[in-house]
């Protein structure tokens, strides 16, 4: 007989993000080890739009699973929303300008100028009072996740994270229910570096981190530098954590066959998804340089975009001909692209947490069969393409090596 588990997870087909497919192919594959699973997740068809919406990744879920499907919800967003309309009406674009679209402040600070950080930092801070901007949601949830815990005779919580205040409702849901809680943190939370210091909304993650770590019947991390370093904050947390590394899944691949060459035979690199911070700001550098140098034999396709910063840098130096931008496309079209490419770019931020991060698309690279190029600090991403033996790391400071 299968037991049941409540699997919150608001990283969920339709939605198109990296965090979505692991919550998937949890679920697509936990009946065939005696667990089914009951999921809770956000109304994703009411907010996104394609591509942010793949409903491809639906065909990974099983047609006869339950699904909750609940509404986004955040009461100072949609006061600031309400507000805006109304100033937007009052201050018609061409007049004076309205206060809560004014940005720039003088270098002599004058009381309207305080007054507008002040209100916007309460606002920001209104919005994400505890670990993001879903916090309001997990508090309206909680009575319906109940209900719908009671109604299946649920024996276990399961809550993959980020978003972290989903954690949050897995710790109320357990104290309600009394029902063992799993935590899937596939993201760090306090302890990601990469951020901006907000010393209040620190000071609440930080308590709010160690109630999840503590309270979890059992932590999954996604490597042991991220179970050592929860150790290190909660030092009971060792005896219950365990490593689930991202990875791939095969049959996704099956039906990718390798395409033919682009018809000017040029060598094609592809980097697919999200581009971080400053990640590509190193290649593109040997980039620019290289097409100096001779005329480009290649090609660098970002399918998924670049950060502002890049493209201006990308037109600027005149790349256009070697660099395409190209929109994000759905997981299937991503893969398909991983296949037919000559080379694989993996870019990870220089920033100190770019040492611990190994996004599953690595293992996607992995199973495409292609070359890998990354640019990465030393850490977990490198190494593992070079225990793999599927490609070459370098250095973001590692000029000569770059441009060769």
Not at 177 to 184: A, Q, T
Not at 365 to 380: D, E
Request: aromatic share 10%; proline share 7%; hydrophobic share 45%.
């Amino acid at each position: 007989m299968s037991r049941r588990v409540l699997f919150i997870a608001l990283a969920f087909p339709p939605q198109n993000s990296s965090g979505t497919f692991r919550s998937a192919k949890f679920v697509k594959y936990l009946g065939e080890f005696g667990w089914e699973p009951i999921v809770l997740t956000l109304d994703w068809a009411r907010v996104l739009a394609p591509p942010e919406r793949d409903e491809t990744l639906l065909e990974d879920i099983p047609s006869d699973l339950p699904i909750y499907r609940l509404a986004p919800f955040n009461p100072v967003r949609a006061l600031g929303e309400r507000a805006r309309r109304r100033l937007s009406s009052a201050f018609p674009s061409g007049g004076e300008a309205s206060p809560i679209t004014y940005s720039e402040v003088s270098k002599e600070e004058t009381p309207r100028s305080r007054g507008y950080r002040v209100l916007r930092a309460l606002y920001h801070f209104g919005l994400a009072p505890i670990g993001d901007e879903h916090f309001y949601w997990a508090l309206r949830a909680l009575p319906a996740c109940a209900r719908i815990a009671r109604q299946h005779e649920i024996d276990v919580i399961f809550v993959s994270v980020s978003p972290w205040t989903s954690a949050l409702l897995g710790v109320w849901l357990k104290w309600w229910l009394r029902r063992p809680l799993v935590v899937d943190f596939r993201d760090y939370w306090t302890l990601w570096p990469i951020k901006a210091p907000r010393p209040v909304r620190d000071r609440l993650d930080a308590w709010a981190e160690r109630l999840v770590l503590r309270a979890a019947d059992r932590l999954i991390c996604v490597h042991e530098a991220m179970a050592e370093d929860f150790a290190r904050l909660v030092p009971e947390t060792a005896a219950r954590s365990v490593v689930i590394p991202n990875g791939y899944d095969a049959e996704d691949f099956r039906t990718i066959a390798r395409a033919s060459s682009e018809a000017d035979a040029s060598t094609a690199l592809v980097h697919t998804g999200i581009v971080w911070g400053d990640a590509a700001a190193s290649f593109l550098d040997a980039v620019a340089w290289l097409k100096e140098q001779a005329p480009a034999a290649w090609r660098v396709h970002f399918v998924g975009g670049l950060p502002p910063s890049n493209w201006r840098f990308v037109r600027e130096r005149g790349l256009q001909d070697v660099v395409a931008i190209e929109p994000r496309t759905t997981h299937r079209e991503a893969l398909a692209r991983m296949v037919a490419a000559d080379v694989l770019l993996l870019l990870v931020t220089s920033h100190e947490g770019g040492k611990k991060w190994c996004p599953g698309k690595l293992f996607e690279y992995m199973a495409a069969g292609r070359p890998i190029l990354a640019v990465t600090p030393p850490g977990l991403a490198s190494a593992l393409i070079e225990e793999a033996g599927v490609g070459v790391s370098v250095g973001h400071r590692e000029r000569e090596r770059l441009r060769a």
